[in-house]
Nanobody
Framework: QVRLVESGGGLVQAGGSLRLSCEVS????????MGWYRQAPGKQRELVAI???????NYADSVKGRFTISRDNAKNTVFLQMNSLRPEDTAVYYC?????????WGQGTQVTVSS
């Protein structure tokens, strides 16, 4: 059984930083895609940053230059370093992975940025 477990969310002031982690556990043959989405209250879930199947990275325009996605393949873990946080970054952040062409989601971690 595959599980995605996120950590690192919390409350931070505008301009601050947080680092999210997501560890994938279980029977894993191949991770095709891995990254982060977020959902703010009353809004649709949106892509934040992701490693594509080709190994490149995609970022939402709103986070380019502020957020950095990275990963530790040996530990099946993906990270999201978030700098210069803004109140509009407040959302539940979800880890997402496509493993052996099946889509999985984490339970979400709350990030709140106060002004």
């Amino acid at each position: 059984q595959v599980r995605l477990v996120e950590s690192g969310g919390g409350l931070v002031q505008a301009g601050g930083s947080l680092r999210l982690s997501c560890e994938v556990s279980g029977t894993i043959f191949s991770i095709n895609v891995m990254g982060w989405y977020r959902q703010a209250p009353g809004k649709q879930r949106e892509l934040v940053a992701i490693f594509t199947s080709g190994g490149s990275t995609n970022y939402a325009d709103s986070v380019k230059g502020r957020f950095t996605i990275s990963r530790d393949n040996a530990k099946n873990t993906v990270f999201l370093q978030m700098n210069s946080l803004r109140p509009e970054d407040t959302a539940v952040y979800y880890c997402h992975a496509v493993i052996s062409y099946v889509s999985y989601w984490g339970q979400g971690t709350q990030v709140t940025v106060s002004s």
